[in-house]
């Protein structure tokens, strides 16, 4: 039987070390909404996440009630809409009208996210799919919770440098369109290589046309506890170290499978996967950036920083998987700029460079996310800064994602602050050479070699 | 079974327990297991209860218990067992 000394433990990792289950989001196939008239698709989308989703938010806050822990977010993924509006959508107003519609839903759900306004361009893109990007600065304009994101390639298909083209441009124009807030349209707005159809993360989340009607997919987090735990063991060796996080990830991802299979049954919907990610917030004690602290790093950034990361990210990984029937998302950690207390304080004090944070993207689960960089940062250099990213993703089998946020109208040294969850962070300076030759170049990126496994 | 896991932590003080287990038995609940310890100072008392023939649902339970937590200056927590033996056991 249980002892005191568990349910203690248990419940200091709640009160004291920010233990939560970071997000539950129902994945909903719209695939069957779909309609040549615009009118008919946004009520068939309308009715289709009502009808699956209306107890979501209820049934998480009651859920969380009873077992004492915390489930900070409920949120939705869908199809990606390019593929849904595709035969709606005749201009990329058509698509913003989609996102209008959707974000009425999400408000009206009470989820914070909607994830799923995207399109999946890894190899080539569709009329439907470059109507959808254009739409792209609008439908973050006047959209609250939607959340967007574009697959620019993969490790099977190679990098589609058209679409990387075109998103270094969209993601300008999306900051253009919301300075007025800090254009804070870019957070959330992800351009990933290899995106997972099961992510239950924003921006990044949505719906894969690989999965069922509808899922239960749940992040959960905790860095904050494995923290706690390193810091028990200051001058332990890397053996030590490695068992410690294992564990701690070990423990973390038994609750996340709880609630996911609780949920799942209380909902009627199967259940997807866990994703064992160590997800940050702005609050203090909830940062990625202490554990590489704890593990012996003066800031995030120094020396030795790409080394701790890779190890943390395997160890969550080895601890997670074995308390948990499926894993799948992005699992690992993550490692926001604006998100994290510790990383804003490691780039306040010099210690972290964007080019250091592409290097820990070759290691952990994403990749450049949530950096504020100068608004007068050409398209062009924003495009190479995906290629960089969507390279390593290719390369390396792995998911990779930039989200950068030039900020119009601020440059380096200054602040922005997006609020809340997404919080604030410094202006980071970019590299200022020049690679619009080679981004404009057109074409794809071929697959490579080491995708040819058949 | 409908095991749930009750755990009173805060300042010492007559009668905590006393009040607890009154209310659970005027609620039906029926209590497995008691047992308690100083943790870091506070008096930390845990309570295994089975609540399947309990005349409220668990919500309400655990509301009433804050409540009376409130009253006697200590924090009162009501939580499913599951979480516990989840975290604990493999």
Redesign the interface.
């Known amino acids: ?11 200091a990792m709640i009160e004291h070390e920010n233990l939560d289950v970071r997000t539950i989001t129902m994945g909903i196939s719209l695939l069957d909404c779909c309609d040549t008239n615009l009118e008919k698709l946004c009520r068939n989308i309308r009715a289709k996440i009502t009808s699956l989703a209306k107890d979501l938010v209820a049934t998480g806050e ?1 859920i969380s ?5 915390p489930i900070v977010n409920k949120r939705i993924s869908i199809t990606p809409i390019a593929i849904v509006g595709a035969s709606a959508c005749h201009s990329p107003e058509d698509f913003v009208q989609i996102a209008v519609t959707l974000d009425e839903v999400a408000k009206d759900m009470g989820v914070n996210f909607l994830g799923g306004y995207s399109a999946i361009v890894a190899k080539g893109m569709t009329k439907s799919d470059e109507l959808f990007m254009r739409s792209i600065p609008e439908a973050m304009a006047r959209t609250e919770r939607i959340c967007c994101s574009v697959n620019v390639g993969s490790t099977k298909t190679g990098i589609n440098m058209d679409a990387v083209k075109i998103m270094g441009e969209i993601v300008k124009a999306t900051a253009e369109r919301t300075k007025e807030k800090d254009s804070l349209g870019c957070a959330k707005l992800v351009v990933l290589c290899n995106a997972p159809d099961d992510n239950p993360f924003m921006a990044g989340a949505f719906h894969g046309v690989s999965e069922a009607e509808a899922i239960i997919n749940v992040g959960v987090s905790g860095p904050g506890v494995v923290k706690y735990a390193l810091e028990q063991i200051k001058d332990a060796n890397f053996e030590v170290l490695c068992e410690t996080i294992k564990k701690t990830a070990f ?1 973390i991802t ?2 996340g ?2 609630v996911a299979q609780e949920a799942s049954r209380r909902l009627g919907v199967p259940f997807g996967i866990i994703d064992l990610s160590l997800a940050p917030t702005p609050a203090v004690g909830d940062s990625v950036a202490d554990i590489l602290k704890a593990i012996g790093l003066e800031h995030a950034g120094a020396p030795g920083t790409t080394a701790a990361l890779a190890l943390l990210n395997d160890q969550v990984k080895k601890g997670g998987v074995m308390a948990s029937s499926y894993v799948g998302g992005l699992s690992g950690a993550f490692i926001p700029v604006s998100e994290d207390q510790g990383m804003i304080d490691a780039v306040e004090a010099g210690a972290l460079t964007i080019e250091k944070l592409e290097a820990m993207t070759c290691v952990c689960s994403v990749g450049l996310d949530m950096i504020a960089i100068p608004g007068d940062t050409p398209a062009t250099t924003i495009s190479g800064i995906i290629a960089d990213e969507a390279a390593i993703g290719m390369i390396n089998q792995k998911t990779t994602a930039v989200r950068i946020i030039p900020v119009i109208g601020k440059g380096v040294g200054e602040q922005v602050d997006f609020g809340g969850l997404l919080g604030h962070a410094p202006i980071m300076p970019v590299n200022g050479f020049d690679c619009s030759v080679f981004v404009n170049r057109g074409g794809r990126i071929p697959a490579p070699i080491h995708s040819f496994k058949n | 079974m409908d095991k749930t896991i009750i755990t009173v932590v805060g300042k010492d003080t007559v009668g905590i327990i006393a009040r607890v287990c009154t209310y659970l038995a005027e609620n039906e609940v029926n209590i497995l297991d008691i047992s308690q310890t100083i943790v870091q100072g506070y008096f930390n008392m845990m309570m295994i209860v089975d609540m399947q023939k309990s005349i409220k649902v668990h919500d309400e339970i655990s509301t009433d218990l804050t409540k009376i937590g409130e009253e006697l200056g200590v924090i009162i927590k009501c939580q499913r067992e599951e979480i516990f033996n989840k975290m604990h056991r493999i």
């Open positions: 039987m249980i002892n005191i000394y568990e349910v203690a433990e248990t419940n009651a009630r009873e077992y004492g822990i423990k038994r609750v499978q709880l």
